[in-house]
């Protein structure tokens, strides 16, 4: 059926349109709210309730909440409850590790004035404070579509349809999507939106940036046995089971309820096609002093995702006409940190603060150049060009000597000089990857299902459901490109940097068929980043798909 044919869609208008209700997106709705309590905001959040679809670490530096809800500590009801009391950093080997004397860190790396919790509690405790002052928050809707006015600018979103079957075609339950409209939208979509991307590409606004750059964090929340739990320690680590060039690391976070949040990180400019994140992760847990911490525990929750990791050099321009990028949609995570809340929130309030403007001066639907004026000059742009080198380095010198000179380039930041300028990254992660000739197979030990385990028992856990009968939200482009570059060529990686059993080659008689298990995707978007080609592009679901974290 042509969009002719379609019954027209039922249209909303706002002054703000909000797409993601993650921490930047209800960060902007509140501090609109804020600043005018007359104007009318709508959240659309694609997964099934807020806080559904968010993954962090999560050690949050309280910056942005100090300026969103100065009175968050004394809120009963606020999910961060514990401060970090112990901060250590480790170098490790297959059997062992060297603990980093915290002195010879430079002090934007040290935690103790952060908190540990669910980021997504975080965004269930911040969406009733919107809705109390008068936001509107739409679940289980997804973003499908900018629209635009006559001249070119946003105007506004509309929603998926839904009820459409696998072959294209009407369900009984088919409603078509709706429209919201605003004077202005703000992408807050999170890492390598789906709608981003696009604007990013109509407006190139990516034009006089460095290319983005991801990695691809993994998570997973255990209860341990309280005699080996230690309340507020958290610790990072660089090293095994990872080989030095390949670039990436780990966390242990001690948090409430003895629960312990485990987490691995690896930079998707490797270049070995049979590396697997997931199984990474999985060899960490089993390093004796890791084991140790979880024998005798249980897994609660997994989950995966992209992060953005280009950093000060790779954020594109912000603001187009009719709206702005805010969040991970824009980049602002602090690489050397992991930390990208703080920023998140500061990027949906900054924002804010120039919509409002805008609007109280009569504007609507033009660009805020405001907003991409203030950016740098703001706590986002001073926090992310004091390590804006970290992540060239360990790409380009490897995690040992990476590690030695970016750590030297962020003392020379702190102090207010560098020695190296502004490095680059040189290309996209799509581009990293190897002939598969150039490798060997990588042999991963088999889960024991005790520390360590398979991908779909950990996708179980994740909670994650799509309507079967829907349409593929993997797209494609050239399934012949597929089999002879990614099969043959880089043998077939989608199959191992998927975290979640998506991707598989079968082999049958007529040779190998590329099978998508469209059902398991965790919203990750490695796919979308990683296929050496390009060639594979994630869009959202019938809106409530995905994963359905409790608290990750």
């Known amino acids: 059926m042509s969009a002719e044919d379609l019954p027209p869609r039922e249209s909303m208008e706002f002054d703000v349109v909000i797409v993601g209700a993650g921490p930047s997106g209800l960060s902007a709705a509140i501090r609109l709210k804020q600043l005018n309590p007359e104007l009318s905001i709508v959240v659309v959040e694609k997964g099934s309730e807020v806080g559904a679809h968010i993954l962090s670490g999560a050690v ?10 100065p009175d968050w500590r004394e809120d009963a009801d606020c999910p961060l409850k514990t401060q970090v ?17 915290n002195f010879i860190m430079p002090p934007l790396m040290h935690n103790h004035h952060c908190y ?16 109390a002052l008068g936001v509107e928050i739409y679940p289980g809707f997804a973003a499908a579509e900018v629209l635009y006015d006559d001249k070119g600018a946003v105007r506004g979103i509309a929603t998926g349809d839904m009820g459409i079957a696998r072959d294209g075609s009407h369900k009984d339950s088919y409603t078509r999507g709706m429209e919201l409209l605003g004077k202005y939208t703000l992408f807050a979509e999170g890492a390598r939106g789906s709608l981003s991307k696009q604007l990013i590409a109509k407006y190139r606004l990516d034009a006089k940036s460095e290319p983005p750059k991801f990695g691809i964090g993994l998570k997973e929340v255990w209860q341990i046995d309280p005699a080996k739990h230690k309340k507020g320690r958290v610790q990072h680590t660089l090293g ?16 409430d309820d003895n629960r312990v949040a485990v987490g691995f990180v690896v930079h998707l400019n490797y270049d070995d096609p049979y590396l697997s994140p997931f199984d990474e992760f999985q060899r960490f847990k089993t390093h004796p002093d890791v084991r140790e911490l979880f024998e005798g525990g249980k897994r609660l929750a997994y989950g995966a995702r992209a992060i953005t990791e280009g950093g000060y050099q790779s954020v594109p321009r912000l603001s187009f006409p009719g709206g702005a990028l805010i969040g991970c949609a824009a980049g602002f995570v602090n690489v050397p940190r992991i930390k990208g809340v703080h920023n998140a929130m500061g990027s949906g309030m900054l924002a804010a603060e120039h919509v409002a403007a805008a609007l109280g001066a009569g504007r609507a639907n033009d660009e805020l150049v405001e907003y991409e004026d203030a950016w740098r000059s703001s706590s986002i742009g001073k926090d992310l060009f004091k390590v804006r080198n970290a992540k060239p380095f360990l790409s380009k010198f490897g995690t040992m000597f990476g590690m030695v000179v970016s750590g030297f380039d962020m003392w020379c930041n702190t102090l207010g000089f560098s020695l190296f300028g502004t490095q680059s990254h040189a290309k996209p992660d799509r581009k990293t990857l190897d002939p598969a000739k150039q490798h060997q197979p990588i042999a991963y ?6 520390i360590s385990f398979d991908k779909l028992s950990s996708v179980f856990l994740s909670n994650t459901n799509h309507e079967e009968d829907q349409p593929v939200h993997l797209k494609v482009a050239d399934l012949n490109l597929q089999k002879t570059s990614e099969h043959d060529v880089f043998a077939g990686p989608s199959n191992r940097y998927c975290p979640a059993g998506v991707y598989e080659w079968v082999e049958e008689s007529s040779g190998p068929r590329f099978q998508i298990n469209a059902q398991n995707c965790v919203h990750c978007k ?21 994963p359905n974290y409790e608290a990750m």
């Open 116 to 131: 540990i919790g669910s980021l997504g509690n975080v965004c269930r405790w911040l969406a009733p404070k919107a809705e």
């Open 85 to 101: 009391k112990d901060d250590r950093f480790y170098l490790t080997t297959s059997q062992g590790w060297f603990r980093i004397p």
């Open 240 to 255: 095994w089971p990872l080989k030095d060039k390949t670039g990436g690391g780990s966390f242990l976070y001690h948090y």
């Open 445 to 450: 030990p088999k889960p024991d299902g005790k």
């Open 526 to 546: 490695t796919c979308d980043v990683k296929d050496p080609n390009g060639n594979i592009t994630w869009v959202p679901p019938e809106g409530g798909g995905g």
């Open 60 to 69: 949050i530096d309280p910056a942005g909440l100090d300026k969103l809800v």
